[in-house]
T-cell receptor, first 114, second 118 residues
Framework: AQSVTQLGSHVSVSEGALVLLRCNYS??????LFWYVQYPNQGLQLLLK??????LVKGINGFEAEFKKSETSFHLTKPSAHMSDAAEYFC????????????FGTGTKLQVIP | GAVVSQHPSRVICKSGTSVKIECRSL??????MFWYRQFPKQSLMLMAT?????????EQGVEKDKFLINHASLTLSTLTVTSAHPEDSSFYIC??????????????FGQGTRLTVV
């Protein structure tokens, strides 16, 4: 079975500060990993994905994540937070085979303080 | 990226009535679509996997007779909440993957439907 764990349901950073959102995964086979962002009452937008190519993945809006197999982690970072980054962020995992369903973490709400 | 359209975005219905939510892939064909439910301040929980031309696969604990799923074409899946009750009030989101996509392609999400049962 596959799963992801997001550490910290709420994270607050000052505008301009580093953003670090943590995600650890569990999978018996090589996983595909994703980070999504959700704004209130909206669907999910893909920020970036890891698909077994480069371990450092760059996404939209200046976000990036590094796949570390030894730590089973896929943490999301951004060097400098912007007010518009305030949203809910979900880490997700998917494995090949079957219907390839996606399993989501519990989410981390990012607050950016001016 | 590909577009998944979900309709309606918001719906309010009376207790005991049924509500249908549509999920359309606008510029690609999707053999498989997924339906999620999200309670306030919680994550997305997969309800069922919708397969074109066959029965949906429901996750454990999801009542198939209450949440009817129809995937009649490669671009449309519908979720019908039958005999809705206030506890069914939630945010429902669908997603779909391009049938031509390689294994590393992601699913695209609709904008969600906020269902309120009064």
């Amino acid at each position: 079975a596959q799963s992801v764990t997001q550490l910290g349901s709420h994270v607050s950073v000052s505008e301009g500060a580093l953003v670090l959102l943590r995600c650890n995964y569990s999978s018996s086979v090589p996983p595909y990993l994703f980070w999504y962002v959700q704004y209130p009452n909206q669907g999910l937008q893909l920020l970036l994905k890891y698909t077994s190519a480069a371990t450092l993945v760059k996404g939209i809006n200046g976000f990036e994540a590094e796949f570390k197999k030894s730590e089973t982690s896929f943490h999301l970072t951004k060097p400098s937070a912007h007010m518009s980054d305030a949203a809910e962020y979900f880490c997700a995992v998917r494995v090949n085979g079957g219907y390839q369903k996606v399993t989501f973490g519990t989410g981390t709400k990012l607050q950016v303080i001016p | 990226g590909a577009v998944v359209s979900q309709h309606p975005s918001r719906v309010i219905c009376k207790s005991g009535t049924s509500v249908k939510i549509e999920c359309r892939s606008l510029d690609f064909q999707a053999t498989t679509m997924f339906w999620y439910r999200q309670f306030p301040k919680q994550s997305l929980m997969l309800m069922a996997t919708s397969n074109e031309g066959s029965k949906a696969t429901y996750e454990q604990g999801v009542e198939k007779d209450k949440f009817l799923i129809n995937h009649a074409s490669l671009t449309l899946s519908t979720l019908t909440v039958t005999s809705a009750h206030p506890e069914d009030s939630s945010f429902y989101i669908c997603s779909a993957r391009d049938r031509r996509g390689a294994g590393n392609t992601e699913a695209f999400f609709g904008q969600g439907t906020r269902l309120t049962v009064v």
